[in-house]
């Protein structure tokens, strides 16, 4: 364990990389949710019709259809065959996501993210202990259960209680419900269960994880043998189980971080002050073997 264990987490990026350098990839990702959301919003607000609809089902410019597939998925148990051009975008959407990685959909375009990043700033700020934990596959059953519901009842069920819709839909026709929706998330987080809703719950983040199990872009701990167990990467991980088998795999593993549960957010990359992680693609399994600064002989260390 180094030194800068005990340090605040980020301090050492922030004082090698300056304040903007070690939250470059967080300010990307605010300005990333906040575009989407004005692009929807940009119609109903200001009357200037660029994007109609929501997350779930849009069209863009008049010509583009883009369509939530896991709401495509739902309606097609449910026995309603989408239209061709809401398949259409499904296949759209899950084409990019399965090459960016479908948890990107989760760091830089859903609006309930800030919402659990903020109830995540706050827990820690507090000190409050871990809470309920329940096993990751707990969403992949939530996912499952509204496939299984949605079938049974005709409908798409998830859509009846899904924050990111309503809080889409709310901003448009006014938050009502949706703003207890929002605080029930952020509470839970808080209080009951550390990084609980996306981490555990949400089935739409365990969807879009599945549909990038094979994505070609990827994060690398490439430089891990310049790591010094700070640990701050762990700490700022919404996915924390994603790093250890790329940062801490045994010499010749491979250092990308494969696993479809990393969101592909690059906040480790923005905290980490010895450069150990880049993002790269999954063909890319270079390490760099810088000596360990722990055990490296005075001297080798610039
Ligand atoms: S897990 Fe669900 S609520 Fe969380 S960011 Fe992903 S889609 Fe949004
Ligand atoms: S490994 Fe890095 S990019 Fe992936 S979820 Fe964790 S902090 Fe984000």
């Known amino acids: 364990m180094s030194a800068r264990t005990r340090m605040p987490v980020g301090l050492e990026a922030r004082q090698k990389k300056g304040w903007i350098g070690a939250n470059r990839y967080l300010l990307l990702r605010r300005t990333s949710q906040l575009f989407f959301l004005m692009l929807f919003l940009l119609g109903p607000w200001f009357g200037i019709w660029i994007v109609q609809g929501t997350l779930a089902g849009s069209l863009t410019l008049g010509v583009l259809p883009l369509t939530d597939p896991f709401i495509a998925l739902q309606s097609l148990v449910a026995g309603h065959l989408p239209a061709t051009s ?20 989760c760091s830089w375009v859903c609006p309930i993210n800030p919402v659990t990043d903020a109830a995540h700033w706050l827990h820690v700020k507090l000190g409050l202990s871990k809470g309920w934990q329940p096993k990751r596959q707990t969403r992949l059953w939530v996912m499952a259960t509204a496939l299984l519901v949605s079938a049974l009842a005709g409908t798409v069920a998830w859509e009846l209680v899904n924050p990111v ?23 839970f987080d808080l209080v009951v269960s550390r990084r609980g809703w996306c981490g555990h719950v949400c089935p739409v983040g365990a969807f879009y994880g599945l549909l990038g199990h094979k994505s070609v872009v990827r994060i690398s701990a490439a430089q891990r043998s310049a790591c010094d167990d700070c640990m701050d990467c762990y700490a700022v991980c919404p996915e924390q189980q994603v790093i250890s088998p790329a940062l801490k795999g045994k010499p010749g593993s491979s250092p990308l971080i494969l696993s479809p549960d990393c969101t592909n957010c690059g906040r480790c990359i923005d905290v980490c002050a010895m450069d150990v992680f880049n993002f790269t693609h999954r063909f890319d399994d270079r390490v760099d073997d810088r000596p360990d600064p722990l055990t490296a002989p005075a001297g080798r260390i610039a």
């Open 86 to 105: 809401a398949l259409v975008g499904a296949l759209i959407v899950l084409g990019v996501y399965a090459v960016l990685g479908g948890r990107v959909y």
């Open 165 to 187: 819709t309503m809080v889409h839909r709310g901003l448009v026709f006014g938050m009502g419900a949706a703003w207890g929706m929002v605080a029930a998330i952020f509470v």
